[in-house]
């Protein structure tokens, strides 16, 4: 299968690839190109122009900022997975990203992409959630910043504009957190049917603060709100754990398919977001 | 048109091509490189894992445009001489195909798969070829196969990209 005809971009600044946006009004963006090509492929989608942003040095690499670290939105998978400064200070984006697809997908794909993607199930989502992260957004009129409880808008939408870029994720340090990621698939290199993104700050047995995001339990990414409150400030007990984290589905409204309807989603994610939180936490 | 300069297995290439054009489709149509198989054609299967730039991608999965300045290795960029690569040798000695139609993208992935781990454990390797479907389902004798080459020298070397091997 071979995608239909377009007119092809590689600009090497993000200034010109906002440049070549404006200049039609029927462009896409190609960052990794592992969900794109597949829809380009499948004339899900036929654009008249892609603008490849392979060339933008500027979008790639992951560097500190005071107390956040920065991940430019062309860095793949592969490179954040062997980054010391986020095992270091973003576990959990980390514990998600050793979960997607496979390593040749991981060698392509970009944490931008996978981003401005947003499909429901897809593992980024959740842990950049979780981690209250910001997203640097460009676009003719200069350059904004969004909070990730304000970016996922909806399946496959997000703040990013038709004439914008995502050019970075700001994640605010998370140093020493706890962190895990467990995902539910019933075979392998499967996408998550449930996915729970946990982190947690303790002090001594106790938990201090917890964060936990959802996959694939509605149409954007979530928190469990209520989990993360009945956990902080917690003695971290078994017991406590395990009604905070029967509360994770609270609030959510997940999907019914061929994986599982709504009612084993909801089980799902109070089992995975217990699993999830007892190894965050150490146990 | 778009004219793209690229090194595939040692030798350079520049070709006008369309930009919808798959690398696949490149190295298969352009250069005769048939050796990369077509599998799936949904990104999922693996068989047509080639290197670009020392790691491994699924060639249908690519532009060739995105291969602009690049470096690939396919399986046929393995054999140096008529020696087989380490990895070649391995598939062979431990019977690791039986169609051996995913046979080159399973190569390709296993070399790969020693280059993050040049002593794998067979849960490594595993992880590791999570990508590549084998349909005759003969995945156990594809395991020995790249536990026994990580034993041999040079066996996570790309033999067109990497010096001395
Ligand atoms: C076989 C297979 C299995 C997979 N399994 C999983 C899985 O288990 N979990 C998972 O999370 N994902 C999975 N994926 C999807 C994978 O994570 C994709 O790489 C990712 O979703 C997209 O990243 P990309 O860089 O390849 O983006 P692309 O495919 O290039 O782009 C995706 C979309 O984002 C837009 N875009 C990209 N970058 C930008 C930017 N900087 N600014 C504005 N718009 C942009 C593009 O226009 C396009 O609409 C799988 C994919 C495949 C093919």
Redesign the interface.
Do not use: N, V
């Given at each position: 299968?071979?995608?239909?005809?377009?007119?092809?971009a590689?600009p090497e600044t993000v200034a010109d690839a906002l440049a070549a946006l404006a200049d039609s009004d029927d462009a896409k963006v190609?960052a990794g190109?592992?969900s794109l090509?597949?829809i380009?492929?499948m004339r899900l989608n036929a654009p008249e122009k892609?603008v490849?942003l392979?060339k933008i040095a500027e979008l790639r690499g992951i560097r500190e900022d005071g107390d956040a670290i920065v991940i430019g939105a062309m860095t793949a998978y592969?490179d954040i997975l062997t980054d010391p400064l986020v095992a270091e200070h973003a576990a959990l984006l980390k514990a998600a990203i050793e979960t997607v697809?496979?390593?040749?997908?991981r060698?392509?794909g970009t944490i931008g992409g996978a981003l401005v993607h947003a499909d429901p199930a897809g593992d980024v989502g959740a842990p950049v959630l979780a981690l209250d992260a910001e997203l640097v957004i460009a676009g003719p009129g200069g350059e904004r910043t969004v909070a990730a409880a304000d970016f996922f808008e909806d399946l496959f939408t997000t703040a990013v504009g038709e004439d914008e870029l995502l050019t970075a994720i700001r994640i605010p340090k998370h140093t020493g957190w706890g962190a895990a990621y467990e995902k539910f698939v019933r075979v392998?290199?499967q996408w998550s049917i449930v996915a729970v993104a946990a982190t947690v700050r303790m002090d001594g047995d106790a938990i201090a603060e917890a964060r936990v995001g959802l996959t694939n339990m509605g149409s954007t990414p979530l928190r469990a709100t209520a989990t993360e409150a009945a956990l902080a400030g917690s003695a971290g007990t078994a017991q406590g754990i395990a009604h905070a984290c029967g509360l994770a589905a609270e609030g959510t409204s997940p999907p019914s398919d061929l994986n599982g309807d709504a009612d084993y989603r909801r089980h799902l994610a109070g089992v995975l977001t217990r699993r999830a939180v007892l190894s965050a936490v150490g146990r | 048109m778009t004219r793209i300069t690229v090194t595939v297995d040692g030798d350079r290439y520049t070709d006008d091509i369309e930009p919808r054009m798959l690398l696949v489709q490149y190295l298969r149509e352009s250069l005769g490189k048939v050796g990369t198989v077509i599998g799936c054609d949904t990104s999922n299967c693996g068989a047509c894992t080639v290197h670009l730039d020392g790691r491994s991608v699924k060639s249908c999965n690519v532009l060739a445009v995105q291969a602009d300045g690049r470096d690939v290795t396919t399986i046929e960029g393995l054999a140096q001489d008529g020696e087989l690569h380490p990895m070649q040798r391995a598939f062979h000695e431990n019977h690791a195909l039986q169609c051996g139609f995913c046979t080159p993208g399973m190569i390709m992935q296993g070399i790969d798969i020693l280059i993050d781990h040049p002593e794998p454990t067979e849960e490594q390797i595993r992880h590791g070829l999570e990508g590549n479907l084998c349909r005759c389902t003969g995945y156990h004798n594809i395991v020995k196969a790249v536990a026994a080459a990580a034993k041999a020298p040079n066996a996570a070397a790309l033999s067109s990209s990497a010096a001395g091997a």
């Open positions: 299968m071979i995608p239909a005809a377009f007119d092809y590689a190609l190109g592992q090509l597949p380009l492929r892609i490849d392979g592969a697809a496979d390593p040749q997908i060698h392509r392998a290199h | -």
